[in-house]
């Protein structure tokens, strides 16, 4: 691998750069002048430090230095790479610069976006298995269906469509949880997170235009009966990603020229068009998605601190090694850190890893994912379906990681691209 010279570099490389140094400042002017004031409550506080910020300010730098390497080996892993950098570093870089966090989970992070450099380098053989193009069809369209049915035999009738306007969503949580049971709860987030999405986008590319409004109502109806808001951005996301754009760098572009209007946009529509008296939009989109995984990042590394969980609350391991605790973890950081019993306090990936082996489980899990976008890239799937493997990244960075490979669908994703999403397709 020779490193390019900065005079050589594509337009488009330095533009997400600068584009991603921009987005970190404005998420600095959010955290001062909007998170800090409205979210003291959770643990935001304003605490700049000069070294701190500087020691950020550095790794980001390392990182758009490494980023040289995945963009002369994929453009895949590079715009995964970048939003990663985007999720998971550049948040919890604010955290600890300007809010009194600590070092341990900020060199985590910065670890595990590191990292994944290293899935560039790892190629797998995959099994050469043709099936036709009417039976992908199918098998997509039966599997669609054996998932759905249990959900609207279930559910049927049981439709709040306020709930298309964002209104009565906690009512909807509530009604849909009183009715769900275990087999039925893993029917509906491989169907909201895999089966359906994959169907959507297998048929876009396909310019099926009943099979996509099908799709499409399906996943509506699995949001207003639920109120889960993931299943409503999510076929959004997979729209956007799947028209705008031709190639994996112009649709990472123009993810951070959107990001970076609807940031300076968010304060207005909240404060001056809408009146709002607590930010909607800034507190659901870069408050929740961004800020809020950063500081259960903090929390769990706090907590967790020389004593490791070793995986007592996940299914198998929890056969040798019991909870020294009386109630679920997520549930006893809610309690710890926000004295309240009523929210499951989130981990990702970072703090999932250390809440279980300590360091070892951070190297471990940032390897783990390294690996497994190395097998998505190997698989060279259609680009139009980008959207999903955003949607997996944001699930990984809110959801123990091991848990996402059966709730969060991603095994199934990997069956069914290897066997039915070939890159043959195209638009």
Sequence with gaps: MTFLNIKQLPKDFLRLKLLLLVIALILEVYYKYLIVPEYEYYGFHWDFDVWKYSFSKLGLFLLFYLSFILFDKSKFLYVVYLLLIFFFYIPNSILFSMGNGTLSPFLSNLFFVAV???????????????????????????????FLIPIVYTFRGDINLKTLLLKQIYLTRDEFSDKMTGVINYFYHLSVKTILPISLVFFMIRKKPAFIVI?????????VISGNKFVYFTAITLVCFYYVGKDYTSKIRYFFI????LFALFPIIDY???KSVKPIFSGTFVNRFLFIPSLLTQWYFDFFEGKPFYFAESHFFNHFVKSPYDMPVGFLISKTYLNTTDTYANNGIVSDGFMNLGYFGVLLFSFLFSLLFALFNS????IGYFGMFFSYIYIILSAPFMSTFITGGILLFILLAIFILKKKETN
């Design 116 to 146: 994944f450099i290293s899935s560039g380098f790892i190629h797998f053989k995959l099994p050469k298995y043709e099936i036709s193009e009417k039976n992908r069809m199918y098998v997509l369209i039966v599997l669609s269906l054996l």
């Design 258 to 261: 959107v990001t970076i209007l």
């Design 379 to 382: 698989i060279k799937v259609n």
């Design 272 to 274: 001056a068009i809408i």
């Design 215 to 223: 799709y499409i109502l399906a996943l509506l109806y699995l949001f």
